[in-house]
């Protein structure tokens, strides 16, 4: 088996331009797995455009959570730029 390619993929993908959402906050839950999930472990996801997402260990597609309604007249506003981005160390 020749190891070479394997080692180079991960650079390949960090040199990638960044495009659409990205993740803000993503956490993993073990889960029961009986007829209701049929799986084991669920992901979920916060993007930077405020949609919300989940994942099956079972499945290789992600899925989009509705929107977490909103009390009427709420006015919603984006964030601005700076406060989208994680704080560097």
Known sequence: MDNTKNAEQPEARRSLPVVGRR???ISVAGVANNASTQCNWITTAVCDDGSMWWL???DAEWRELPPIPQPPNAKLTALPDDQ???PTT
């Open 23 to 25: 993740v803000v906050t």
């Open 56 to 58: 099956r260990d079972n």
């Open 84 to 86: 989208k981005k994680p």
